[in-house]
């Protein structure tokens, strides 16, 4: 998921229900959107 500094928190725990085990923290090295809302990615959390 990419997301915002905002939303950083809510794709944490997101991330961390759906695959139920400590999510990867990236920083977004290119131009992408917040997929919560229309800002800009600053990480993206995923496995």
Do not use: R
């Not at 998921?1 to 139920?20: F, G, K, N, S």
């Not at 923290?25 to 496995?47: D, H, P, R, T």
């Amino acid at each position: 998921m990419y997301c915002c500094l905002e939303h950083a928190e809510l794709a944490l725990d997101i991330a961390v229900d759906e695959y139920e085990t400590a999510p990867k923290i990236e920083k977004v090295e290119e131009v992408l959107s917040c997929e919560f809302c229309e800002n800009q990615a600053v990480y993206v959390v995923g496995n």
